[in-house]
């Protein structure tokens, strides 16, 4: 075997995952003694791991998270209310619905509108977060049906909101737009109603006493268990 050759093969065609189990696994093949098949099989797994790291490397950082946490995280005995099994199906970018509007709006002075609608509809996977959570700028219900309509049965989209459906339309602006995003998006999705206490305050003492009437600062900062502000999540 010629090493030189080899590297020079494996750099050409940009097999960096191979090249850095190259030498492990020609020992193990000797060790184990490894069929052709065999080895092959290992070296062409390690590349697509690396290849997959690297992938959700550059989605991650696509993606622009506030903060990156995982589901492995969650304490799921917070909020029975949330399902498991439910979450972890439909996990597969994240921006917020005042991100997606505003970039629009800045790249419409630049006539670079494609440019930005290319960026939401190439995801497998969009996460349009906080809508509803304020006033949207003109021209928003524009935008949200631009990108809707066409990932409309071509790619996933989860949208997160704490407001009534029925309130979109005021929200936007723009009630014919909004009536057209739900027809699409409401189309074969599915709805999950988050209701319980946030769970930003799980580890903090308000979270682990009752909320009385004696303390309206606690009211205020913990929604009462009996009268739950729910959050809907739609895909």
């Given at each position: 075997m010629n090493k030189s050759n080899l590297d020079?093969?494996?750099?050409?065609?940009?097999?960096?995952?191979?090249?850095?189990?190259?030498?492990?696994?020609?020992?193990?093949?000797l060790a184990n003694r490894l069929s052709h098949?065999?080895?092959?099989?290992?070296?062409?797994?390690?590349?697509?791991?690396?290849?997959?790291?690297?992938?959700?490397?550059?989605?991650?950082?696509?993606?622009?998270?506030?903060?990156?946490?995982?589901?492995?995280?969650?304490?799921?005995?917070?909020?029975?209310?949330?399902q498991r099994k439910t979450i972890y199906e439909l996990a597969t970018g994240y921006r917020s619905i005042f991100d997606l509007v505003r970039e629009f709006l800045k790249d419409e002075t630049f006539n670079q509108q494609d440019q930005t609608l290319r960026t939401y509809l190439k995801p497998d996977l969009l996460i349009i977060d906080d809508m509803g959570l304020k006033a949207l700028p003109k021209h928003s219900g524009e935008y949200l049906l631009e990108v809707i309509m066409r990932r409309y049965e071509n790619?996933?989209?989860?949208?997160?909101?704490?407001?009534?459906?029925?309130?979109?339309?005021?929200?936007?602006?723009?009630?014919?737009?909004?009536?057209?995003?739900?027809?699409?998006?409401?189309?074969?999705?599915?709805?999950?109603?988050?209701?319980?206490?946030?769970y930003r305050v799980k580890d903090t003492p308000l979270a682990q006493r009752p909320i009385s009437s004696k303390n309206p600062k606690a009211m205020e900062s913990v929604p009462s268990p009996e009268e739950p502000e729910p959050e809907e999540t739609f895909k």
């Open positions: 020079n093969a494996i750099k050409e065609l940009y097999l960096s995952g191979l090249r850095q189990t190259l030498e492990v696994r020609l020992q193990e093949a098949g065999e080895f092959l099989e290992l070296l062409l797994q390690d590349e697509l791991n690396v290849r997959h790291q690297r992938r959700l490397a550059r989605r991650t950082e696509a993606a622009e998270f506030r903060q990156l946490k995982t589901l492995e995280d969650f304490d799921w005995q917070f909020n029975p209310s949330i790619r996933s989209t989860i949208m997160t909101s704490n407001r009534p459906l029925e309130e979109w339309g005021k929200l936007l602006g723009d009630v014919p737009a909004a009536g057209a995003i739900l027809d699409r998006f409401l189309h074969r999705a599915q709805i999950i109603a988050i209701t319980g206490r946030s």
